[in-house]
């Protein structure tokens, strides 16, 4: 273990001396010396006593990435991290102790998911298909915001929406927020990721020629239950997932009510649906009340239905409709409620939004009932010029 006078210029020329590995301490700095390894790589590290008098190593670098002068001045800092009591190994250790994020999400997130998320298998998938192979392997502390953000961004350039992307995103900054609540990590990387603008409001409204042939449709075909299905969700704007786990015990039919649980709700909330006559008239073509617990019951499993898709994308092209989304009867139920006088108000109460913000998207719906109700005054004031005004002698 020689102790000498290091150069930057002689650092090349060291050698192991023939040993497996040799330590060069330098003779200006105690506690800095290069080790010299016998296949030619050269290394930094600084030698110190901790406060339980323990000797610890800690690694600088590779004398190839840093030169003496930056070896120097780490290891000062270094030694006046030690002075002021602190333990520069023991911080490293505790560095390389942080889980991967692939751990974190199989070990911690993914249970508590489950028990708090109904979506938490879209969650799985999200980080299935693309999160994993990005940043999985990579420990908690060790991701970065531009890791985060190139990630984000390389989601969009893949081809997916922008809200696609933005779901990924979302996903790891929710992950890392959890991290952070249960003492495992102190920042979060993600936190300020801008998310990219999302252009998926998307709806489509049938005309009166189109309700009536998928009207017809859903009277006719041979699969009764799904028809039923398909006509109970466009009288009451219900979503897919609320109307196929809906049971008798949520029904009144005396009180013409639907209450939709809050463990079934998008909002969590319980909320009540009026029953119309349409969807009374849905209720009562069931057999399955007084038989099973569930209204809708597949008659070939004796089972709830979980999808419906497959008898529905037949439906919809036997309509003439074949890019009908089930979620559009929803906002064909909403048109009906707006178009029939119907405010804003009662439109967000009875399909359930916690944001009055996503009912606007049927203001100009709203617009069209408020000009028609304009027009109407309009002819009044028109249809009174044209009377003759008696003249007064």
């Given at each position: 273990?020689?102790?000498?006078?290091?150069?930057?210029?002689?650092?090349?020329?060291?050698?192991?001396?023939?040993?497996?590995?040799?330590?060069?301490?330098?003779?200006?700095?105690?506690?800095?010396?290069?080790?010299v390894r016998e296949t030619g790589q050269s290394t930094w590290y600084f030698r110190y006593r901790d406060v339980n008098s323990h000797t610890q190593t800690t690694k600088l670098g590779g004398s190839i990435d840093i030169t003496l002068a930056q070896a120097r001045s780490h290891a000062k800092s270094l030694r006046a991290e030690v002075?002021?009591?602190?333990?520069?190994?023991?911080?490293?250790?505790?560095?390389?102790?942080?889980?991967?994020?692939?751990?974190?999400?199989?070990?911690?997130?993914?249970?508590?998911?489950?028990?708090?998320?109904?979506?938490?298998?879209?969650?799985?998938?999200?980080?299935?298909?693309?999160?994993?192979?990005?940043?999985?392997?990579?420990?908690?502390?060790?991701?970065?915001?531009?890791?985060?953000?190139?990630?984000?961004?390389?989601?969009?350039?893949?081809?997916?929406?922008?809200?696609?992307?933005?779901?990924?995103?979302?996903?790891?900054?929710?992950?890392?927020?959890?991290?952070?609540?249960?003492?495992?990590?102190?920042?979060?990387?993600?936190?300020?990721?801008?998310?990219?603008?999302?252009?998926?409001?998307?709806?489509?409204?049938?005309?009166?020629?189109?309700?009536?042939?998928?009207?017809?449709?859903?009277?006719?075909?041979?699969?009764?239950?799904?028809?039923?299905?398909?006509?109970?969700?466009?009288?009451?704007?219900?979503?897919?997932?609320?109307?196929?786990?809906?049971?008798?015990?949520?029904?009144?039919?005396?009180?013409?009510?639907?209450?939709?649980?809050?463990?079934?709700?998008?909002?969590?909330?319980?909320?009540?649906?009026?029953?119309?006559?349409?969807?009374?008239?849905?209720?009562?073509?069931?057999?399955?009340?007084?038989?099973?617990?569930?209204?809708?019951?597949?008659?070939?499993?004796?089972?709830?239905?979980?999808?419906?898709?497959?008898?529905?994308?037949?439906?919809?092209?036997?309509?003439?409709?074949?890019?009908?989304?089930?979620?559009?009867?929803?906002?064909?139920?909403?048109?009906?409620?707006?178009?029939?006088?119907?405010?804003?108000?009662?439109?967000?109460?009875?399909?359930?939004?916690?944001?009055?913000?996503?009912?606007?998207?049927?203001?100009?719906?709203?617009?069209?009932?408020?000009?028609?109700?304009?027009?109407?005054?309009?002819?009044?004031?028109?249809?009174?010029?044209?009377?003759?005004?008696?003249?007064?002698?």
């Amino acid at each position: 273990m020689p102790v000498i006078h290091l150069t930057q210029s002689m650092i090349s020329e060291l050698t192991s001396q023939g040993k497996r590995r040799i330590e060069y301490c330098d003779k200006d700095l105690a506690g800095l010396f290069l080790e010299v390894r016998e296949t030619g790589q050269s290394t930094w590290y600084f030698r110190y006593r901790d406060v339980n008098s323990h000797t610890q190593t800690t690694k600088l670098g590779g004398s190839i990435d840093i030169t003496l002068a930056q070896a120097r001045s780490h290891a000062k800092s270094l030694r006046a991290e030690v002075a002021l009591g602190g333990n520069p190994r023991a911080d490293e250790k505790a560095a390389k102790a942080v889980i991967t994020l692939d751990d974190f999400f199989n070990d911690h997130y993914l249970a508590y998911a489950k028990s708090h998320k109904r979506s938490w298998a879209r969650d799985e998938e999200l980080y299935r298909l693309r999160i994993k192979a990005v940043l999985g392997n990579k420990r908690l502390n060790q991701i970065t915001r531009l890791q985060v953000q190139n990630f984000h961004a390389s989601v969009l350039n893949e081809g997916l929406a922008a809200a696609s992307a933005n779901h990924h995103a979302k996903l790891i900054r929710r992950m890392f927020n959890l991290a952070i609540s249960w003492d495992m990590l102190e920042k979060n990387p993600a936190s300020r990721i801008q998310m990219f603008e999302e252009d998926n409001k998307q709806e489509r409204y049938m005309n009166d020629a189109q309700l009536g042939n998928l009207l017809e449709v859903l009277r006719t075909d041979s699969c009764r239950s799904v028809c039923l299905i398909t006509m109970f969700l466009l009288a009451t704007g219900c979503r897919l997932g609320e109307v196929l786990s809906a049971t008798w015990s949520q029904v009144d039919k005396e009180k013409r009510v639907f209450r939709v649980l809050a463990s079934n709700s998008k909002s969590k909330r319980m909320r009540p649906v009026p029953l119309n006559f349409t969807a009374i008239t849905v209720l009562n073509q069931l057999d399955s009340e007084g038989v099973h617990d569930n209204l809708f019951i597949n008659k070939k499993t004796k089972l709830p239905y979980v999808s419906i898709a497959k008898v529905w994308d037949k439906l919809r092209k036997k309509a003439g409709l074949p890019h009908l989304r089930l979620h559009d009867l929803r906002h064909q139920a909403a048109s009906h409620l707006i178009n029939s006088g119907s405010s804003l108000y009662i439109v967000q109460q009875i399909l359930g939004h916690s944001d009055p913000s996503v009912t606007q998207r049927y203001a100009h719906l709203s617009m069209k009932s408020l000009n028609d109700a304009s027009d109407n005054a309009s002819a009044i004031i028109k249809g009174a010029m044209k009377q003759e005004v008696p003249v007064v002698v």
